[in-house]
């Protein structure tokens, strides 16, 4: 790595516990399930539990490949440091360039979602006054010491899955159908059942790989977790194991539950639906505050990530200089990357008042998987050029992961629009003209650079 000083080194403050806690919380299981569930019920019906099973196989591929990759590049940049390292700084931008699309976006989309949930608790306040508060709060903890931070997700992330224990123990005693809806799986269309065709449920396949992804994220906090990189690498599939099994089970068994899959798949909230024939009507309010709680939660993992990214980035100098040395810095007191957190902070609480533009945003799903694309790139092309590195942690099964998250990642990019595929090649490009014509010359200010266009001697 660059050289630095104490105003911009991470210092080591959580466990492998709190990285863990950090990433499920940006995954957020019950988001994972209750956010999406309208969408995958309504493509796929009862075949949802095939499709977030196809996705699971998909996930793990992909997060395999990040373990090994991340711990051989531990570094808080995590996907954009990697393919820095692996495909060049050319590469490493425009993966530098997903997180940024990501980063102006998401947050506040994903506060807005948590603001949907607490809508019913505080009917008079809007939704965007309610987004701008959950930003807000999210913004103000971000700045606060990672062991805190980590501490807080934890106690929400316990929270999370002792509510998805609970629906899952609920529903084995509440059960009203059998088998069959899986084995036949059944769907809604124009108000009838139908039977749910493969069709359906490879479409729905890749919503449901949303409601896992984020589990990339334990390698962004890796400067700052005290432990080996094949630890911090393997944080990862811990991740993602955790987000699938209390998701899976418990749709699983809340399916089997649902006395009427007719009312359940026409239901506008199949989240009260359930709730209420689990726990009667008035168990809505509780599941609406959980919900909501869950995904600011999901939105402080969204922006401790985020800030990270742009943290590195700056450190790496891709920006001009007096922007760069800002960015870069942390709090003494804390060791937030505290300019980071701001801009990212700043960015989310203005995009809430445009709640209608960001429910529209459908390239961002391509913009997630690009991501799975480039780290299964960048994984196989180390495995075949890089094969003298040491590795401190190898993924099972040789070529079969990143192979696994090549293909899965291909396919979910065939499944989106071609105008969502063409904005998000349109913004990639700008991102690598910007680093050849920019970026590499900020760098090559700070760095003595070698013949590889870029690539840092030192790092």
């Known amino acids: 790595m660059a050289a630095n000083n104490n105003n911009t080194t991470f210092k080591?403050?959580?466990?492998?516990?709190?990285q863990i806690f950090i990433a499920v919380a940006t995954i957020s299981p019950v988001a994972g399930v209750f956010v999406n569930i309208q969408g995958t019920l309504g493509v796929a019906g009862t075949g949802m539990l095939w499709a977030y099973l196809l996705a699971a196989i998909i996930t793990w591929g992909v997060a395999f490949t990040y373990s090994e990759m991340g711990a051989m590049y531990p570094y808080s940049g995590g996907l954009y440091s990697i393919a820095r390292n692996v495909l060049g700084p050319t590469l490493g931008f425009v993966v530098l360039m997903d997180y940024l699309i990501q980063a102006v976006?998401?947050?506040?989309?994903i506060a807005l979602g948590a603001a949907q949930y607490f809508a019913p608790l505080f009917p008079s306040l809007s939704l965007s006054a309610l987004g701008f508060i959950v930003m807000l709060i999210v913004t103000i903890i971000a700045l606060l010491s990672i062991s805190l931070e980590a501490k807080f997700t934890?106690?929400?992330?316990?929270?999370?899955?002792?509510?998805?224990?609970?629906?899952t123990v609920s529903s084995i005693f509440h059960m009203h159908q059998n088998l069959s809806i899986y084995t036949h799986p059944t769907a809604l269309s124009s108000g009838h059942d139908v039977a749910a065709t493969w069709g359906l449920v490879i479409t729905t396949t890749a919503i449901a790989l949303f409601s896992y992804n984020g589990y990339d994220s334990a390698l962004n906090v890796s400067e700052e977790t005290n432990a080996t990189p094949r630890?911090?690498?393997?944080?990862?599939?811990?991740?993602a194991t955790i987000a699938i099994v209390f998701q899976i089970i418990p749709i699983f068994f809340m399916l089997l539950a649902t006395p009427s899959v007719s009312q359940l798949l026409s239901s506008k909230d199949p989240l009260s639906f359930l709730g209420a024939t689990l726990f009667g009507t008035n168990a809505s309010v509780i599941f609406d505050a959980a919900a909501g709680f869950a995904i600011l939660n999901s939105t402080l993992g969204v922006t401790i990530q985020f800030s990270?990214?742009?943290y590195s980035s700056a450190r790496d100098h891709v920006w001009p200089s007096a922007m760069s040395n800002a960015l870069q810095k942390l709090q003494p007191k804390t060791g937030s990357p505290?300019?980071?957190?701001?801009?990212?902070?700043?960015i989310g609480l203005v995009m809430t008042f445009f709640s209608s533009f960001l429910f529209d945003l459908a390239f961002i799903g391509v913009i997630v998987v690009a991501l799975y694309f480039f780290i299964a790139i960048a994984a196989i092309v180390s495995k075949i050029r890089d094969r003298t590195i040491e590795r401190t942690y190898k993924a099972p099964l040789g070529y079969l992961f990143p192979l696994l998250a090549l293909i899965g990642s291909v396919f979910v990019l065939t499944q989106q629009s071609g105008k969502s595929l063409l904005i998000s090649l349109i913004l990639f490009v700008i991102g690598a003209v910007y680093y050849l014509t920019l970026g590499r010359v900020f760098a090559r200010k700070a760095y003595s650079l070698d013949s590889h266009d870029g690539i840092r001697t030192n790092m």
């Open 308 to 310: 990270r990214i742009l």
């Open 154 to 167: 934890g106690f929400f992330v316990v929270l999370e899955i002792l509510l998805m224990t609970a629906l």
């Open 231 to 239: 630890k911090i690498g393997l944080g990862v599939v811990k991740a």
């Open 12 to 18: 080591r403050n959580i466990g492998t516990a709190g």
């Open 105 to 109: 976006f998401m947050p506040a989309t």
């Open 338 to 346: 505290y300019v980071a957190v701001l801009v990212v902070g700043i």
